[in-house]
Nanobody, 126 residues
């Protein structure tokens, strides 16, 4: 079993930066694929970034060149660096973990991930 806890959300102005963290606890000896998802008000949950067991990242086209996913295995922590914030980045951001994902094309599909954090709110004003 693994537990995920997000932090680092809050209010920011457009053009600014924010770094989200996801602390992993429980079974930290297993290998996981990790992902970041967000849900804007009135919208479906969408995958924005993911990283596989080899450290290879995947990004949604809408956030590429602004978002960076990374992990510090020594600290059992996943990060999402968000630069050049836009109002449309507003939403609840969730981290997620999976032991097996069948295809690279499914890395940003929420159904690929059985383990989820509680989410952290990001609000971007213009």
């Amino acid at each position: 079993q693994v537990q995920l806890v997000e932090s680092g959300g809050g209010s920011a102005q457009a053009g600014g930066s924010l770094r989200l963290s996801c602390r992993v606890s429980g079974d930290t000896t297993s290998r996981y694929c990790m992902g970041w998802f967000r849900q804007a008000p009135g919208k479906e949950r969408e995958g924005v970034a993911a990283i596989d067991s080899n450290g290879r990242p995947t990004y949604a086209d809408s956030v590429k060149d602004r978002f960076t996913i990374s992990q510090d295995n020594a600290k059992n922590t996943l990060y999402l660096q968000i630069n050049s914030l836009k109002p449309e980045d507003t939403g609840i951001y969730y981290c997620a973990a999976a032991t097996i994902i069948a295809s690279p094309s499914l890395m940003l599909w929420h159904r690929s991930y059985p383990y989820w954090g509680q989410g952290t709110q990001v609000t971007v004003s213009s």
